[in-house]
């Protein structure tokens, strides 16, 4: 079973295993598969080469709904790999500079084009990651790697966010939204709206200082044009998608701009407006993070962490801890749709909530 992960106290950083030998133990599909039939086993650690080139020990690594799909082939990349698209850890062999320091990394070609987190050890480009905020545990850094990887990104591309921003979040309580909710308020938005479906996530948007909560269990249309003032939305965080792109576009302010990370895909086709697009000069953004470079999926976590650092930005729950070899048990949770992210601690639980040493 799980185990419910605590953040530790004391030391600043737990002490590393080493350079490790020449086995380990990981996660690998060896062709597109059901997660649940995903197994540990012995595999080689990864050789690093180049002057840029980490070897990282793997403390912790999230299992996100993304890596699903990867396992099932419905994101591309080669089979075999070790999956595992976010994480954090220490970095034990390659360039001086972040040799001993605590770092994390997810998106782009990890775990997809590339073996991923899965694994007692990552080979990784330097460039891929960066240091852990000041704060954070193994296990929340890896939780939080992606789903605040994904709304930077996002609201990078429907931005800029400021003073007189006003964002629409759809999925406001899930991870991915709730992380772009705390980054478009720790940008210093005015007011953020929040798109949630039922009272249990209404209830905890409100909690969480949403300014304004939609329901989308009731036509959420004209709630959300009124929500959103005369003037419109400035940006537009949308992880739903569906027919809740068409509302939005409504809500959307002259030259406003909408990000969409997802869709359901039996109900991915909107029927938006045209004449009110085209004539409120709207900007429709996709964003797959798989096609993050891994410098720019580095940059993004780096701008983050001040905001880790002064509190404005709170860590994805950890959902619970999980053995490589409880793997199964872990994607399985995942797809329940649970609240906050399981995480799997390739080295056991020593460690993998200690407190990471920050960024230089």
Not at 89 to 117: F, Y
Not at 265 to 271: G, I, M, T, Y
Request: aromatic share 4%; glycine share 14%; net charge neutral.
């Amino acid at each position: 079973m799980g185990r419910q992960a605590a953040r530790a106290s004391g030391a600043d950083q737990a002490p590393s295993a080493g350079t490790p030998a020449d086995g380990m133990l990981g996660v690998r599909a060896v062709s597109s598969m059901e997660p649940a039939l995903l197994q540990v086993e012995d595999i080689p650690v990864p050789s690093i080469d180049g002057p840029d080139q980490v070897l990282i020990e793997v403390r912790a690594a999230a299992v996100n709904r993304s890596d699903a799909l990867a396992c099932r082939g419905i994101l591309p990349g080669p089979f075999p790999r070790v999956l595992g698209r976010a994480f954090a850890g220490v970095v034990v062999a390659g360039t001086r500079e972040l040799l001993g320091r605590s770092v994390w990394g997810a998106g782009g070609e990890i775990g997809l084009s590339c073996d991923g987190a899965y694994a007692q050890y990552l080979a990784s480009s330097s460039t891929a990651v960066t240091p852990m905020p000041a704060g954070l545990s193994f296990a929340e850094a890896a939780a939080s790697a992606l789903s605040y990887l994904t709304a930077a990104a996002a609201l990078r591309l429907a931005g800029p966010v400021g003073r007189e921003s006003t964002v629409i979040v759809t999925g406001a309580v899930g991870g991915v939204g709730a992380a772009a909710a705390d980054v478009a308020r720790w940008l210093g938005a005015r007011r953020v709206i929040g798109v949630v479906k039922g009272a249990d996530e209404l209830s905890l948007a409100v909690a969480a200082g949403i300014d304004r909560v939609i329901d989308a269990d009731l036509p959420p249309g004209d709630r959300l044009v009124d929500a959103a003032g005369p003037t419109g939305a400035t940006s537009a965080v949308d992880v739903v998608g569906g027919p809740l792109t068409a509302d939005i576009t409504r809500a959307m302010g002259a030259r406003g701009k909408i990000c969409l990370l997802s869709s359901p895909p039996r109900d991915s086709v909107a029927a938006i407006d045209l004449l009110d697009f085209y004539r409120k000069e709207l900007h429709l953004l996709g964003l797959n993070t798989g096609r993050l470079t891994p410098a720019s999926a580095a940059a993004r976590l780096r701008e983050l962490a001040p905001g880790f650092g002064d509190g404005s930005l709170r860590p994805t729950p950890v959902y619970a801890t999980y053995s490589l070899g409880e793997v199964a048990q872990a994607f399985a949770a995942a797809e329940r749709g649970v609240r906050g992210r399981p995480v799997l601690l390739p080295h056991g639980p020593t460690g993998a909530d200690t407190v990471g040493t920050g960024t230089k």
